[in-house]
């Protein structure tokens, strides 16, 4: 009996160590890879060829170890970052197109004619073929103004396009690459059915959108929307061969040597709304903010890393957001595995090979933020928000820190944590809009954009957000 018992025992113990180290040595064998996509870039080391590095790598060295200690070298380590983060992170964008014009398609005055919306539609790329409909509300008195680029879900009139359905398993946490989910033909775009809902591309109104966001006017500026949807489609759904249905619309035929994820689709959308706004007479181009929450929120962040022009004010990130992957996991925070498991299709294709070895990152995510300096960058998270762990943002803005102290802008990286879960509320429009009026427009603002929830602090949040959840 105690034979057979501690055979048991053992056999448990072998059992679930092996499961252990399953589950932690990276993607399922059973998975079908995404065909190669050979782009401009010179491929750099994969995986098995790169060291392990326990420490975040430090943005101001360079790949041939020199330091960099001033303004010029940091010029030259930027396209460094860059390069290393479109090959592992974003994937290989295309460059700007250089044609974006934007033709006015309506006009109305909404909150009683303090706001005037336009939709514009922009054309852009090769034979100026891809467009984009973006909705811009700025007051009617006053200008030009600094403006907050949304990334929204529904742009007020705007023509709604066909769209791909979603994955067979997207959403479940199941791994998206596995057999069985491949459709025997080229899946089909769709037009959404009528009274879709606004995040999802569906009908909302001027002067609905106007109402809810009538603070950032009286603050003095403008709001201009567009739908991510509209650049790149955020499914898992696959084609036959195995590549990735949302590279069949939008964005993506016209670069089909490009093999940017659906973030860098987004992001690269935001540079082409900012490409128009440069033009237009109402808005403050030298004051262009992006912002969006959750998935939205990282493509902000790429957006204000790769676009010299843009502010970054991302929101509730989580996994590959501002969080240091090498810092990700506890409180039940998502990690880079978690990410490649369900929405490989956000990211570079040469990221997925880092599930189970995250150490061996050539870069972290701090990079984003260092390469924004020295322009104003503000992560806005929720204290009760698990999916986004504060140790890792912490860790990631500390990493990032000493870029901006290089170019004399230690005080324009900042944090604000919020009394909510993974949301977008008027608490972090105000931060973002005290922050920005503070580093931007010179008003003197007596909050602090540097203080983290205490371990204790989020104790008592994890503790009221479970109170409050619904039985």
């Known amino acids: 009996m105690k034979i057979r018992m501690r055979f048991c025992i053992c056999f448990a113990v072998l059992t679930c160590a092996a499961f252990a180290q399953v589950a932690d040595s990276g993607p399922d064998p059973q998975e079908i890879p995404l065909p190669e996509i050979k782009g401009p870039m010179k491929p750099l080391p994969g995986v098995k060829d790169l060291p392990v590095r326990k420490e975040i790598p430090d943005a101001l060295t360079m790949n041939d170890g020199t330091k ?4 010029k070298q940091w010029q030259k380590r930027r396209e460094e970052i860059r390069k290393t983060l479109e090959w592992y992170a974003v994937g290989q964008m295309p460059p700007a197109p250089g044609n974006v014009k934007g033709k006015e398609m309506k006009s109305e005055d909404v909150l009683d004619g303090s706001v005037k919306y336009r939709l514009i539609h922009l054309t852009f790329g090769p034979g100026e073929k891809l467009s984009l409909d973006i909705g811009v509300f700025t007051p009617t008195t006053g200008g030009p103004f600094p403006t907050v680029i949304l990334q929204n879900g529904g742009v ?18 199941q791994d998206v690459l596995l057999p069985g989910l491949l459709p025997k033909e080229k899946p089909v775009p769709a037009m959404q059915p009528a009274g879709t809902p606004a995040r999802l591309g569906g009908p909302v109104t001027a002067q609905a959108l106007a109402k809810q966001r009538a603070d950032v006017f009286q603050r003095g500026y403008a709001l201009v929307v567009f739908n991510p949807n509209d650049c790149a489609e955020d499914t898992t759904l696959r084609n036959p061969d195995g590549s990735w249905a949302f590279r069949n619309t939008r964005f993506f035929p016209a670069y089909p040597n490009y093999d940017w994820g659906i973030l860098g689709g987004w992001a690269w959308g935001a540079s082409r709304v900012a490409d128009y706004l440069e033009t237009d007479p109402s808005i403050d181009k030298t004051k262009l903010i992006i912002t969006g929450a959750s998935r939205n929120g990282k493509s902000s962040m790429v957006a204000a890393a790769f676009d010299d022009r843009l502010m970054g004010a991302p929101v509730v990130t989580g996994g590959g957001g501002i969080g240091a992957y090498r810092f990700a996991g506890p409180r039940k925070s998502e990690t880079l595995d978690i990410m490649q498991k369900k929405y490989p299709n ?3 294709p040469h990221l997925h090979q880092f599930w189970g070895q995250r150490k061996k990152l050539p870069f972290d995510e701090s990079w984003f933020l260092a390469l924004a300096a020295p322009r104003p960058f503000i992560a806005l998270e929720g ?12 860790q990631s803005e500390m990493a990032a820190r000493p870029a901006f102290a290089l170019l004399g802008a230690s005080d324009r990286l900042g944090v604000n944590y919020a009394n909510h879960a993974h ?3 008027a608490e972090d429009w105000t931060a973002m809009m005290d922050f920005f009026d503070k580093n931007l427009r010179g008003k003197t603002i007596e909050r602090k954009f540097d203080r983290f929830p205490t371990e204790a602090e989020l104790d008592a949040a994890a503790a009221t957000a479970s109170a409050s959840a619904p039985r």
């Open 68 to 71: 960099v200690t001033n303004a």
């Open 156 to 173: 007020p009139d705007a023509t709604p396009l066909p769209r791909l359905p979603q994955g067979p398993n997207q959403g479940k946490g």
């Open 346 to 348: 956000w990211f570079s």
């Open 383 to 394: 204290m009760m928000d698990t999916i986004s762990l504060p140790e890792a943002v912490k």
């Open 423 to 425: 949301a977008f509320t």
